[in-house]
């Protein structure tokens, strides 16, 4: 009896360790969410808007309850970090941030990931863009530069931050498809080299975000001609939109840079409606609308159905206007 009475003993604490550990996923899957933290993935390397991004959001996210781990996952213009969520299991403890530049690989058929292992759930950021010149140059507004554009035939420069198949690229094709003009496209590696370079008198004009540009134009050294918007940019209420000068720039749908968070495929309703709960009133709230106007982006929270039709209606643009790019010059 002594020794069976010592089995016990020595049993009971492996019992209650795994009961310990029954009642967690229990809870978790009666939609106890969340019981611990959850691994934030930023598919992008550290110290970049997105990973900025995060960690604005970190603090405000821990508030709302959802405590996050962000981790950095670089590679593959953001596929590796989101192969990442995709392969996570389905329990919202590993969420991540996607964006244009993945449904832009996904529409061209480059990678393997497809938007059906995602579920999107809100819309954190959309980066506006506009086409600027110099401030020295000829061109006061969209109407002079589209005459100039045909003028030139086929030799006015655009350049942007990024390569063939991005969104500022994919712009600047339905720009001149829309002038019915032909032009030469300058990719940079990143905003600052475009500036230099429009400044400088080496291109004609470029497309950027308000982010990288405002510091010129308050200084009067750029001058932003037209935004790719449907509204007018609030830092920028004296930039008109292609549409008030009824110049069709989104003649496929929509084509917007935006970031957006993601889980895995087949999260549960519960799930899925606490971790979009907490993002949304993050977005919404005041300390992340400041951070917004800062730094010139938009931010709504868009969410459910919306969002994913949305994130359709883009990769079904990025699909119409790919190949139909014109001459293509790489810096």
């Given at each position: ?21 029954l ?35 970190q603090?405000?996210?821990a508030?709302?309850?959802?405590r ?27 969420l991540?941030?996607?964006?244009s ?8 058929g ?8 995602f ?10 863009f ?10 006061q507004?969209?109407g ?30 339905s720009?001149?498809k ?8 300058a ?12 400044l400088?008198g080496?291109i004609d ?34 930039v008109?939109?292609f549409?008030?000068?009824?110049i ?27 971790a ?5 009133a ?11 106007n ?16 949305l ?15 014109g ?5």
């Amino acid at each position: 009896m002594a020794i069976i009475h010592r089995r016990r003993i020595l049993a009971a604490p492996a019992i209650l360790a795994a009961s310990a550990v029954l009642g967690t996923r229990c809870a978790e899957a009666q939609g106890a969410y969340p019981s611990r933290d959850v691994v934030l993935i930023v598919p992008w390397a550290p110290g970049g808007g997105t990973d900025i991004l995060a960690r604005q959001m970190q603090p405000l996210l821990a508030k709302e309850g959802l405590r996050t781990v962000v981790e950095n996952a670089a590679g593959g213009s953001s596929v590796v970090g989101m192969q990442r969520v995709a392969n996570a299991r389905p329990d919202g403890y590993t969420l991540g941030l996607g964006s244009s530049s993945l449904l832009a690989l996904m529409a061209g058929g480059t990678i393997a990931l497809r938007n059906q292992q995602f579920d999107n759930l809100v819309r954190v950021a959309e980066d506006p863009f506009m086409l600027l010149v110099s401030a020295k140059s000829p061109w006061q507004d969209i109407g002079a530069y589209l005459a100039a554009m045909k003028e030139k035939g086929g030799a006015m420069s655009i350049g942007a931050a990024g390569t063939q198949g991005t969104v500022p690229h994919l712009l600047s094709v339905s720009l001149a498809k829309a002038a019915g003009a032909e032009y030469v496209y300058a990719g940079y590696p990143g905003g600052s080299a475009a500036i230099t370079d429009v400044l400088g008198g080496h291109i004609d004009s470029i497309i950027l975000k308000p982010n990288e540009t405002l510091p010129q134009i308050r200084d009067g050294a750029l001058r932003p001609l037209a935004a790719f918007t449907t509204q007018r940019i609030p830092q920028l209420p004296d930039v008109p939109t292609f549409a008030e000068r009824n110049i069709n720039v989104f003649p496929h749908g929509p084509l917007v840079q935006m970031t957006y968070l993601a889980g895995p495929a087949g999260l549960s309703a519960p799930v899925r409606e606490a971790a979009s709960r907490a993002c949304t009133a993050v977005v919404r709230s005041p300390e992340f609308q400041k951070f917004a106007n800062e730094n010139g982006f938009l931010a709504d929270g868009f969410s459910g159905q919306p969002l994913t039709s949305l994130i359709d209606e883009v990769q079904g643009a990025i699909r119409a206007v790919g190949g139909q790019f014109g001459t293509v010059r790489t810096r």
